[in-house]
């Protein structure tokens, strides 16, 4: 099992950060577009526990892989859990909380997850894996900056 945790601090109100995240949809916006990340199913606005999620994403080496998450465990303003029910990972479950922090927000993503293919799954991860999870969670942190870090003038 592996463990991947980012923080990054915005500043903006929680409310802000929220109101963002909150839409499934804006995934679109923090993902890199060489992935080419795709929603396929029907979403509402607004994430609810128990909303399921179909995507597609290109995968390099393995190509176009579809993806089904499940949101759980929301706690409104605050926190809610992606977790992987069907795609390329073993095991994906995904933290994801904002929280004040002096005059902005501290925001925090923890994925614990685990590859397929035993021994060789392994390999893979240290070849390619962490590489490309680095990669993904670097756009977004720069994403998230550029939506919500921007100079004033």
Known sequence: MYTLERSQLLAVEPPTVWDFIKNPANLNMITPPDLDFRIVSDIPEVMK??????YEISVPIFGNQEWVTEIKHINQGHSF???????PYRFWYHYH????????????????FELPF???GKIIYHL?????????????????????NKKQH
Do not use: C, N, W
């Open 118 to 120: 035993g021994f060789a």
């Open 97 to 112: 909380e904002i929280s004040r922090y002096d005059t902005g927000t501290r925001m925090l993503d923890r994925v614990h």
């Open 128 to 148: 390619f894996v962490a590489r490309t999870l680095k990669r993904i969670f670097d756009y977004r942190f720069k994403r998230f900056e550029e939506l919500f």
């Open 81 to 87: 859990v992606d977790e992987q029910r069907l795609g």
């Open 49 to 54: 526990d128990g909303l399921i999620v179909v």
